[in-house]
């Protein structure tokens, strides 16, 4: 089993920042890939960005140039910086983790971007 747990979700004006964290705990060896989705309200949840094995990252057309993705090994935590944030960014954010061929899934995290 793997746990997630994600932090730094909130509300921010449009052009705004937020980093978003995901710790995970558990049986972690073997992880495939770890990365962010996100859910906006009455639309199916996409990918935003994620860090495969040997650090390759792939990001939504959307996000490209606004949003980074990083990992810390030592800390076994995933990180979401996003920049220059939308209204059309708001949406729920979770952490995935894939390991094998499960998928784990943190909590969620409400972003909201105002205008």
């Known amino acids: 089993q793997v746990q997630l747990v994600e932090s730094g979700g909130g509300l921010v004006q449009a052009g705004g920042s937020l980093r978003l964290s995901c710790a995970a705990s558990g049986s972690i060896l073997s992880v495939n890939a770890m990365g962010w989705y996100r859910q906006a309200p009455g639309k199916q949840r996409e990918l935003v960005a994620r860090i495969i094995s040997g650090g390759i990252t792939n990001y939504a057309d959307s996000v490209k140039g606004r949003f980074t993705i990083s990992r810390d090994n030592a800390k076994n935590t995933v990180y979401l910086q996003m920049n220059s944030l939308k209204p059309e960014d708001t949406a729920v954010y979770y952490c995935?983790?894939?390991?094998?061929?499960?998928?784990?899934w943190g909590q969620g995290t409400q972003v909201t971007v105002s205008s």
């Open positions: 995935n983790v894939l390991r094998s061929v499960q998928n784990y």
